[in-house]
C-alpha cells in the first residue's frame, strides 16, 4: 500500500450495495485503501468484486464483525481512520422466520465497530486521539426504520421511528447506537437512510432479481398479497453518489435520507419488467401470464417513500436515473448474468 493513503474499513463490501460502493469508491478516489471486511454470508459474492480485486488500493478480510477482536487487529494493523458500514442481514422474510441472527449483525456488530473505533478515536469523550479529528464512521440504515405510510405524505429526517419487522427494529437499534456515540462521546458519526436499491448484483432472492429469474426459467413470477405495496426506488449507483457527498460533506451527527422519487407499487415493478422482456426475448405469450398472487409476508408495510430534500439543498445531490432508464439497464445486466 502506498504512503499517505487513508485506510476506510467497509463492512459488508461483498454484498449489493457495498460492492457497487467499493468500485465506485476506487474509481473516482485514490487517496483511499479499502479493507473490505465481509463475513461472506449468502448474500455476499466476492465475484462482485472482480473487478477490483488485484487493484492496490483494495484488500479483502474474511470476518465477522460480531467479533471485536477482528475488527480490533484491522485497527491495529491498518491504523484505520474511517468506517463506511453496510454490513447488516436485510432480507426482511428471513428476520421473521430467524430474527437472532438480525439482532446479532445488526445492533452487536454495530456496537462492536462503534466500541472499537471509540477506543481507537478518541483519548476521552469529545477529544480525539492526534491526528484523528477527521475521522468519521458513516453508518448505512434503510428507510424501513420510519414504519410504514399510507396513500400520502414522506419519510423526512425527523419522521419517529416506527419499526414493524425484526429487521427494521434492528436496524431502528443500530441507528440508535451510532446517534447516541456521538451525543454521549462525540465520535464523529453520519447515517444515510436510503429508500429500496435496485440495479446490478443484487441477490437472487430479491424482488427485482426473482422477477427476471423466474420470468426467464417459465416459471411463476410470485407477487405478494394484491401486489399494491408501494415502494420508493432508487438505482444503486444513484445511491452510492449519496453516500460518497454525506462521507465527505455531511455534517457531523446528522442523518440523510436519500430517495429516488419512483414510487411504483409491486404490480408495476412486475409489469415493466415483463414488457421489457417482452421487447428484448419474446415468448409466444407476454410474459405477464407468469405473474402469480400468493400470500402476503407477516407485518407487510403498504407503502415506503422517502423526501431526500436534505441532501438535495445541502449537499446538492440528485438522483440521475429515473426508474424506466434504471430498470432497463437492470433487466439488461441480469439477462447477461442468467442467459451467460
Not at 128 to 136: A, I, P, Q, V
Not at 166 to 182: E, N
Not at 295 to 314: L, P, Q, W
Request: hydrophobic share 30%.
Amino acid at each position: 500500500m502506498s504512503s499517505g493513503k487513508k485506510n476506510i474499513l467497509i463492512t459488508g463490501g461483498a454484498g449489493f450495495i457495498g460492492s457497487n460502493f467499493i468500485e465506485y469508491l476506487l474509481q473516482n478516489f485514490n487517496q483511499y485503501h479499502v479493507i473490505n471486511l465481509d463475513k461472506l454470508t449468502y448474500a455476499g459474492e466476492l465475484s462482485n468484486l472482480e473487478s477490483v480485486s488485484s487493484n492496490d488500493n483494495y484488500t479483502f478480510v474474511k470476518g465477522d464483525i460480531c467479533n471485536k477482536d477482528i475488527i480490533q487487529n484491522l485497527f491495529s494493523r491498518y491504523s484505520i481512520s474511517h468506517i463506511i458500514h453496510f454490513a447488516a442481514e436485510s432480507h426482511v422474510d428471513n428476520s421473521i422466520n430467524s430474527p437472532d441472527a438480525f439482532v446479532n449483525t445488526n445492533v452487536v456488530g454495530t456496537f462492536n465497530l462503534l466500541e472499537v473505533a471509540r477506543n481507537n478515536w478518541m483519548k476521552a469523550p469529545f477529544a480525539s486521539k492526534e491526528s484523528c479529528e477527521e475521522n468519521r464512521f458513516h453508518h448505512i440504515s434503510t428507510d424501513e426504520v420510519y414504519g410504514t405510510l399510507g396513500k400520502t405524505g414522506l419519510f423526512t429526517e425527523t419522521t419517529p421511528y416506527a419499526p414493524n419487522s425484526p429487521y427494521s427494529a434492528s436496524k431502528a437499534s443500530s441507528d440508535f447506537l451510532v446517534r447516541s456515540y456521538h451525543h454521549t462521546y462525540g465520535l464523529n458519526v453520519v447515517t444515510t437512510n436510503c429508500s429500496n436499491n435496485y440495479g446490478p448484483k443484487q441477490h437472487d432472492e430479491k424482488l427485482i432479481p426473482t422477477i427476471i429469474r423466474k420470468a426467464l426459467k417459465g416459471k411463476k413470477i410470485p407477487i405478494y398479497g394484491d401486489g399494491k405495496n408501494i415502494r420508493d426506488w432508487l438505482y444503486v449507483l444513484d445511491h452510492c453518489k449519496g453516500i460518497d457527498l454525506v462521507f465527505h460533506k455531511g455534517k457531523t451527527g446528522e442523518t440523510y435520507n436519500i430517495g429516488g422519487k419512483n414510487e411504483r407499487d409491486n404490480l408495476c415493478i412486475a409489469n415493466k419488467i415483463c414488457s421489457i422482456l417482452d421487447e428484448i426475448i419474446p415468448n409466444e405469450e407476454s410474459y405477464e401470464n407468469q405473474i402469480r398472487f400468493v400470500k402476503d409476508r407477516s407485518g407487510h408495510d403498504f407503502r415506503y417513500a422517502v423526501d431526500a430534500s436534505k441532501i438535495e439543498n445541502e449537499l446538492g445531490w440528485q438522483a440521475k436515473e429515473n426508474f424506466e432508464s434504471g430498470i432497463y439497464k437492470t433487466v439488461q445486466w441480469y439477462l447477461n448474468k442468467y442467459r451467460l
